[in-house]
């Protein structure tokens, strides 16, 4: 009888091991899914509303571009996993370079969505950001 109860243990510690493997498995497999959502480059558009002209610029993450008075630097970019509504992410942040108070340093500092722009507006006089690509 009590060779019976040892095989038992055994089988449910194997199922068990098997088990984590593949949930281990699964996880490293979304993880490195995930990586791949990330770009390294994020387009985004700047309006000049006073001379009421669109500007593409390509930044790299991490690297801060001049365009006229601002200074604008993507920190990371995400492209939603859903190929049927595509949603692209990208923390930005953003300084007037004409702005003497040095107290309030960003003008914009956030998350901007590609498809909801109004969630977290860029407010500036002259100028106007959205986000367009993430690659």
């Not at 490293?28 to 500007?55: C, F, P, Q, R, W």
């Not at 340093?105 to 722009?117: A, E, K, Q, T």
């Amino acid at each position: 009888m009590l060779l019976k109860k040892n095989t038992r243990v055994g089988k449910i510690k194997l199922n068990l091991v098997i088990f984590v493997l593949f949930v281990s498995l699964l996880i490293s497999s979304n993880l490195s899914y995930a990586n791949n959502l990330e770009g390294t480059y994020t387009d985004i558009k700047v309006l000049d509303k006073i001379s009421s002209k669109n500007t593409l610029i390509k930044l790299k993450n991490g690297e801060p571009i001049k365009y006229k008075d601002l200074l604008i630097k993507s920190l990371k970019c995400t492209n939603s996993e859903f190929d049927d509504n595509p949603e692209i992410t990208a923390y930005i942040q953003a300084k007037d370079l004409t702005i003497e108070n040095k107290d309030e340093v960003f003008i914009f500092n956030g998350w901007m969505f590609s498809s909801s722009p109004s969630i977290t507006p860029f407010d500036h006089a002259v100028y106007d950001i959205w986000l367009v690509d993430c690659y």
